[in-house]
């Protein structure tokens, strides 16, 4: 069975600070991970996937993460925080392919203090 | 058109109405998704539709009922709902079930039952 664990609820950074947002998946099998983006009352924007070719995979709005597969792990990264980056994020995973249902993290809220 | 409209934005309903939330894309995309999205909670899978056919229900109450029109269209009637239904409906689609393609998602339909 696969499952996704976030670590931290809540996040606060600084602007122009380093975000580290941390995801920890298990799957039987290589899986596709995914991370999304929720603003309040919004629905889910996707910032970025990896899907095997590539273990650094680089994401909209300056947002990248690092497929580790040692370490079953896939942390979302950005150099330096914006305000307008404050929002909920979720990490996903799914063993059949992103067109399958999938399956989140519990998300984690992101605070960028002025 | 990268978009998922879903409509309503909002719904009040009691508890012995029948409505229904409606879900469109034009990206022809062949599968869709109904997922539930409970406050401060992440999204959790309901229905995936591929090519027009049910092929996976979350065991669902049977309160909720999908329905796929057409590969551009996706309903889901409600009846009978209870207080604990009352949240984030979103609607999904991707290029079809399997492989690495993404879901994109609609803003949503924010359910209240009373």
């Known amino acids: 069975a696969q499952s996704v664990t976030q670590l931290g609820s809540h996040v606060s950074v600084s602007e122009g600070a380093l975000v580290l947002l941390r995801c920890n998946y298990s799957s039987s099998v290589p899986p596709y991970l995914f991370w999304y983006v929720q603003y309040p009352n919004q629905g889910l924007q996707l910032l970025l996937k990896?899907?095997?070719?590539?273990?650094l995979v680089k994401g909209i709005n300056g947002f990248e993460a690092e497929f580790k597969k040692s370490e079953t792990s896939f942390h979302l990264t950005k150099p330096s925080a914006h305000m307008s980056d404050a929002a909920e994020y979720f990490c996903?995973?799914?063993?059949?392919?992103?067109?399958?249902?999938?399956?989140f993290g519990k998300g984690t809220h992101l605070i960028i203090q002025p | 058109d990268t978009e998922v409209t879903q409509t309503p934005k909002h719904l009040v309903m009691g508890m012995t109405n029948k409505k229904s939330l409606k879900c469109e894309q034009h990206?022809?995309?062949?599968?869709m998704y109904w997922y539930k999205q409970k406050a401060k909670k992440p999204p959790e899978l309901m229905f995936v539709y591929s090519y027009e056919k049910l092929s996976i229900n979350e065991s669902v109450p049977s309160r909720f009922s999908p329905e796929c029109p057409n590969s551009s269209l996706l309903n889901l009637h409600l009846h009978a709902l209870q207080p604990e239904d009352s949240a984030l409906y979103l609607c999904?689609?991707?290029?079809?079930?399997?492989?690495?393609?993404?879901?994109?998602f609609g803003p949503g339909t924010r359910l209240t039952v009373l």
């Open positions: 996903a995973v799914s063993e059949g392919g992103g067109a399958d249902g999938l399956t």
């Open positions: 990206m022809g995309h062949r599968a």
């Open positions: 990896y899907t095997s070719a590539a273990t």
């Open positions: 999904a689609s991707s290029q079809e079930r399997g492989g690495a393609g993404e879901q994109f």
